[in-house]
């Protein structure tokens, strides 16, 4: 129970974070034509804002059925890489169904704190995602309800959240850490790249993200090798 609580405490930036993020997806949905229960139920079997943000736009225009599935993978394909390197932390009760569980509530956020663990146990994953999915789900139905009610000043406000989050999450893992800070300054360039680069910058997010993490990756990989375990064992030999 103890790492089912330390899960919940750590997923609660990232659900606030969330709230505001969903919010305003919620008030979007409703725009283009949404119900509210649309909204809600779009938010709570996905968990992805790039991937809903983009698949409500292209859900306007009926029989774009390719372009909805182009955009998803090329959006969401990160999420893959980030299941397949966490799953080399799971402890050894993470396995069967339990890691759908893994897959259905991977996001970036979530796989930032969890790949911060030496193991990852079913009950702190568990645990890391309540509070993030309730926070999207819960920021989509008031958005949906509440958008247009809200001053524009409040809305914007909102919309810095998800900033501050990303930075609660990522800052205290850099403090003495030059291997972590190396990661993040290389994955902050490149993305930068993406964003202000001609012809890089028509490459879309989901894809931008999943090369300037690869590439920030394995460059933090070569230059920061960890040791083996056996070889630490054996002197090195």
Not at 174 to 194: D, Q
């Amino acid at each position: 129970m103890s790492d089912f609580k330390r899960g919940l405490k750590s997923g609660i930036p990232i659900g606030l974070g969330y709230l505001s993020v969903s919010f305003t997806f919620g008030i979007i949905a409703i725009t283009y034509g949404f119900t509210w229960w649309e909204a809600l139920l779009i938010s709570m079997t996905t968990v992805t804002s790039a991937g809903q943000f983009a698949g409500i736009n292209i859900m306007r225009m009926p029989g774009y059925y390719i372009s909805m599935l182009i955009s998803q993978l090329t959006i969401n394909v990160r999420y893959s890489f980030m299941s397949i390197s966490l799953s080399q932390k799971l402890d050894d009760k993470f396995k069967g169904i339990k890691r759908w569980l893994l897959g259905f509530f991977m996001t970036d956020e979530i796989f930032a704190v969890a790949a911060g663990e030496k193991s990852v146990s079913v009950p702190f994953f568990t645990g890391l995602a309540v509070i993030p999915y309730i926070g999207w789900s819960l920021g989509t139905f008031l958005g949906a309800v509440l958008g247009n009610v809200l001053p524009d000043n409040v809305l914007n406000a909102l919309s810095l959240a998800i900033y501050g989050m990303f930075v609660a999450i990522v800052v205290p893992d850099m403090k003495g850490k030059w291997n972590v800070t190396f990661v993040v300054i290389v994955a902050a360039v490149i993305s930068i790249l993406f964003t202000y680069v001609p012809y890089m910058n028509k490459v879309s997010s989901g894809i931008a993200i999943s090369i300037s993490a690869v590439v920030a990756s394995v460059l933090g990989a070569l230059v920061f090798p960890v040791p083996d375990e056996k070889e630490g064992e054996s002197g090195g030999y």
